[in-house]
């Protein structure tokens, strides 16, 4: 993918979650956001996504630049997935539900068309034991596979993910992680968050630190993790890689 | 239960069908001689007839009130700030005022001037239409508060799932808001049912002819007491105890599933 976003700022109230930020990748399969909490990788991740707007600023992701319009961001959200942190199921509807819906409603498949979608996404990701449960009855871990696989059922321009582990214990971290792993080798297109720094640095093409509203840092993975340039972000890494 | 427990349990029971059999044959005692069934049966047609108006009035109510319900909770979430307003204030002033108000003033004052005519040269009841019309703004009125309050708990994340994976405004409520959202609210919307089907005795004041309009009549003119008011207890009872067992059995069949 391409993406290019110049002088993105986004205020909530009086905070500048994105500030004047910038960001040029030429291509770049996997890009992984990193950074402190609060430092506004969720928020460009939720611009870039069409789950928000910016305050000020252009977005442009393959050649095309995001509108603003309600229509146009809905029709853009339509063509790409977004997974939060955790709660991304409809609890009242089964795991094959929660898949199946989205392609006969939004994407005009047939029921048929749609069911055996599903059945293919669940056998792809070993989900199909859990096909017919509902979220509670699920583990965090297989509800964020489930959401995965609702996202990619079929399959989108540009995933999206924020912190899709965050809420995990070790154990379903690395389920999940996996699976990610296994798109991006797949050719998927992936933007991510996360705070799994051996994880960020073994599936991204490009890494992005992120703090203060803009972006600190951008280069491939073993220069960011092995020689960082900015202060910033060699403190934060500091920190982080010490335990 | 321990022991105690079981014996305090069979005392109070025990005085407690003491106290009301008591009552019960006091009151006949008083009464016996001067209640006579017959007169209920005598009256039977006119009573089934304001039965089944009560019934149908109901019925109508239920659309009518579900309707404006949705309205008023829509209006409350409506980005215009005027409409926001105007759908507060309209609610609260419908809230905080009684039924026999809004009927009579409603009626009298406002819809009958200005309808009646017209619906009564098309062959209409006017009376029915507009009382059935009032009751359903006056219970919507309550529903949307009820509405409002489930649309609302519902968690931020999964209005954001739901325009994640592409749905319009309209499919976030269809598919998404409103079935979570009826399962937390049901039981209070079954109890309001409930109220709309009690309330409709309201409409009397403005001589809709419905179940206890036509009872007071018949007590009225045969001078009737215990005949006329305990099958106007039952008939109301046959109408709203479904409702409630409706309500509690959805209530037990939604609970293991949110």
Same mark, same amino acid.
């Given at each position: 993918?391409? /993406?290019?976003?110049?002088?993105?700022?986004?205020?909530?109230?009086?905070?500048?979650? /994105?500030? !004047?930020?910038?960001?040029?990748?030429?291509?770049?399969?996997?890009?992984? /956001?990193?950074?402190?909490?609060?430092?506004?990788?969720?928020?460009?991740?939720?611009?870039?996504?069409?789950?928000?707007?910016?305050?000020?600023?252009?977005?442009?992701?393959?050649?095309?630049?995001?509108?603003?319009?309600?229509?146009?961001?809905?029709?853009?959200?339509?063509?790409?997935?977004?997974?939060?942190?955790?709660?991304?199921?409809?609890?009242?509807?089964? !795991?094959?539900?929660?898949?199946? /819906?989205?392609? %006969?409603?939004?994407?005009?498949?047939?029921?048929?068309?749609? !069911?055996?979608?599903?059945?293919?996404?669940?056998?792809?990701?070993?989900?199909?034991?859990?096909?017919?449960?509902?979220?509670?009855?699920? #583990?965090?871990?297989?509800?964020?596979?489930?959401?995965?696989?609702?996202?990619?059922?079929?399959?989108?321009?540009?995933?999206?993910?924020?912190?899709?582990?965050?809420?995990?214990?070790?154990?379903?971290? !690395?389920?999940?992680? %996996?699976?990610?792993?296994?798109?991006?080798?797949?050719?998927?297109?992936?933007?991510?968050?996360?705070?799994?720094?051996?994880?960020?640095?073994?599936?991204?093409?490009?890494?992005?630190?992120?703090?203060?509203?803009?972006? %600190?840092?951008? #280069?491939?993975?073993? %220069?960011?993790?092995?020689?960082?340039? #900015?202060?910033?972000?060699?403190?934060?890494?500091?920190?982080?890689?010490?335990? | 239960?321990?022991?105690?427990?079981?014996?305090?349990?069979?005392?109070?029971?025990?005085?407690?069908?003491?106290?009301?059999?008591?009552?019960?044959?006091? *009151?006949?005692?008083?009464?016996?001689?001067?209640?006579?069934?017959?007169?209920?049966?005598?009256?039977?047609?006119?009573?089934?007839?304001?039965?089944?108006?009560?019934?149908?009035?109901?019925?109508?109510?239920?659309?009518?009130?579900?309707? +404006?319900?949705?309205?008023?909770? +829509?209006?409350?979430?409506? =980005? *215009?700030?005027?409409?926001?307003?105007?759908?507060?204030?309209?609610?609260?002033?419908?809230?905080?005022?009684?039924?026999?108000?809004?009927?009579?003033?409603?009626?009298?004052?406002?819809?009958?001037?200005?309808?009646?005519?017209?619906?009564?040269?098309?062959?209409?009841?006017?009376?029915?239409?507009?009382?059935?019309?009032?009751?359903?703004?006056?219970?919507?009125?309550?529903?949307?508060?009820?509405?409002?309050?489930?649309?609302?708990?519902? =968690?931020?994340?999964?209005? &954001?799932?739901?325009?994640?994976?592409?749905?319009?405004?309209?499919?976030?409520?269809?598919?998404?808001?409103?079935?979570?959202?009826?399962?937390?609210?049901?039981?209070?919307?079954?109890? *309001?049912?409930?109220?709309?089907?009690?309330?409709?005795?309201?409409?009397?004041?403005?001589?809709?002819?419905?179940?206890?309009?036509?009872?007071?009549? +018949?007590?009225?003119?045969?001078?009737?007491?215990?005949?006329?008011?305990?099958? *106007?207890?039952?008939?109301?009872?046959?109408?709203?105890?479904?409702?409630?067992?409706?309500?509690?059995?959805? &209530?037990?069949?939604?609970?293991? &599933?949110?």
């Amino acid at each position: 993918m391409k /993406l290019e976003v110049t002088e993105l700022t986004k205020c909530y109230g009086k905070t500048r979650a /994105l500030d !004047a930020l910038s960001l040029a990748v030429e291509s770049s399969r996997v890009l992984v /956001l990193i950074g402190p909490s609060g430092g506004g990788k969720s928020t460009l991740l939720r611009v870039l996504g069409g789950l928000d707007v910016g305050d000020s600023g252009q977005v442009t992701i393959n050649r095309q630049p995001i509108l603003t319009d309600p229509n146009a961001l809905q029709a853009y959200r339509r063509k790409n997935g977004f997974l939060f942190q955790q709660f991304n199921l409809f609890p009242h509807y089964t !795991a094959r539900r929660n898949i199946a /819906l989205p392609l %006969e409603k939004v994407h005009g498949f047939s029921p048929a068309e749609a !069911a055996a979608m599903t059945e293919q996404a669940l056998a792809r990701f070993s989900l199909l034991e859990h096909a017919d449960k509902l979220p509670s009855q699920l #583990s965090g871990g297989q509800q964020q596979r489930v959401g995965i696989a609702r996202a990619v059922a079929r399959p989108p321009e540009i995933l999206f993910l924020d912190e899709p582990t965050s809420a995990l214990d070790p154990e379903m971290t !690395a389920e999940v992680l %996996e699976l990610i792993q296994e798109l991006s080798e797949a050719g998927q297109d992936i933007i991510l968050s996360t705070h799994e720094m051996g994880f960020a640095r073994a599936v991204a093409n490009q890494v992005a630190f992120v703090a203060a509203g803009k972006i %600190e840092e951008l #280069s491939p993975p073993d %220069e960011l993790f092995g020689s960082p340039k #900015s202060p910033l972000c060699q403190r934060f890494l500091s920190r982080v890689m010490r335990y | 239960m321990s022991r105690h427990h079981r014996i305090a349990n069979a005392i109070v029971a025990i005085a407690l069908v003491l106290g009301f059999s008591w009552l019960c044959t006091m *009151l006949f005692a008083l009464l016996g001689n001067q209640t006579d069934w017959s007169k209920a049966w005598n009256y039977r047609e006119t009573l089934f007839r304001g039965w089944w108006m009560t019934l149908r009035i109901s019925l109508m109510a239920l659309v009518g009130s579900t309707f +404006f319900g949705l309205l008023f909770m +829509f209006g409350q979430r409506s =980005p *215009l700030v005027v409409v926001r307003w105007t759908c507060r204030a309209f609610l609260e002033f419908v809230r905080d005022t009684p039924l026999l108000v809004h009927l009579l003033f409603g009626y009298f004052v406002i819809f009958a001037p200005l309808f009646s005519r017209t619906l009564g040269d098309q062959g209409l009841d006017d009376k029915l239409i507009i009382g059935v019309l009032l009751l359903s703004v006056f219970e919507g009125a309550y529903l949307g508060e009820i509405l409002r309050g489930g649309v609302e708990s519902i =968690p931020k994340t999964q209005w &954001e799932s739901a325009r994640a994976v592409g749905f319009s405004p309209i499919q976030v409520y269809r598919y998404v808001i409103f079935p979570q959202a009826l399962r937390r609210v049901l039981p209070a919307m079954a109890g *309001l049912f409930v109220s709309l089907i009690k309330d409709s005795s309201l409409l009397n004041v403005i001589g809709v002819a419905e179940y206890f309009y036509n009872t007071k009549s +018949f007590i009225s003119r045969s001078y009737a007491g215990l005949e006329g008011y305990v099958p *106007l207890a039952l008939g109301y009872l046959i109408l709203t105890l479904p409702v409630a067992w409706l309500s509690h059995w959805l &209530e037990k069949r939604f609970r293991h &599933e949110t």
